[in-house]
């Protein structure tokens, strides 16, 4: 088996170089591999593009062009790319701006090292993934910040909504999605939108992390 092909290619985006070598020596496994490594923003952005990473390891503080700078530059959704911010401090007001700008994991530095590894296979394969220390704060976040919103206490979902719902926080897409459950794209647009209407969310990610914290998806 080639480790080439089949592991997860990693791009690392932090200005300390120590920190980066740490890296490179802890995701020395057989399914990871590590791309590029990047010591600004602006490099990050160059390398994306030329690379298309599985993962980009993002340090939020970095010089020319911090980590929010480069989530709202670069257009995710065309490149294959899931971004796992890596953080020292725990402002959540920070870490809420890069999930909403699409993040799709957030670890703290000072998280011990076999976690980031762990966030690393589940952000890949789809989850979202977030400290435990940080999940209370981010869920209370995005709760305040739809609180003009009416939202049910206990909404009432179809069966058809609540596997929908399932698949969304897995991180699959519309098509796929339609494609899983039998049902054409715009069916599963229609649903998506009675069940943000239901629930008073606005987006994927706050349904996401609205089921994790209602207990609406499997704790597998």
């Not at 994991?105 to 966030?119: E, I, P």
Request: glycine share 6%.
């Amino acid at each position: 088996m080639s480790k080439a092909k089949q592991a997860i290619r990693v791009l690392v985006a932090d200005d300390h170089a120590i920190f980066r070598d740490g890296l490179r020596k802890l995701l020395d496994v057989d399914d990871m591999q590590i791309v590029g490594e990047a010591a600004n923003g602006v490099e990050c952005t160059k390398m994306l593009a030329k690379l298309k990473p599985d993962i980009l390891l993002l340090d939020l503080r970095m010089p020319e062009k911090d980590g929010l700078g480069v989530l709202e530059e670069v257009n995710f959704d065309s490149l294959p790319t899931r971004v796992i911010v890596l953080t020292a401090a725990e402002d959540d007001r920070d870490v809420v701006r890069a999930m909403r700008l699409g993040a799709r994991g957030v670890v703290l530095k000072q998280s011990a090292s076999d976690l980031l590894v762990k966030s690393i296979r589940k952000v890949h394969e789809g989850e979202i993934w977030l400290d435990n220390r940080m999940t209370a704060e981010v869920i209370d976040a995005f709760k305040k910040s739809a609180e003009s919103g009416q939202r049910r206490e206990k909404p009432l979902l179809s069966d058809r909504e609540k596997e929908i719902v399932q698949l969304v926080a897995q991180g699959f897409r519309n098509r796929e999605i339609g494609e899983k459950l039998f049902i054409s794209e715009q069916t599963v647009k229609n649903h998506l939108h009675n069940i943000f209407d239901k629930l008073g969310v606005s987006d994927r990610l706050e349904l996401a992390l609205y089921a994790i914290h209602h207990r609406l998806i499997d704790s597998a």
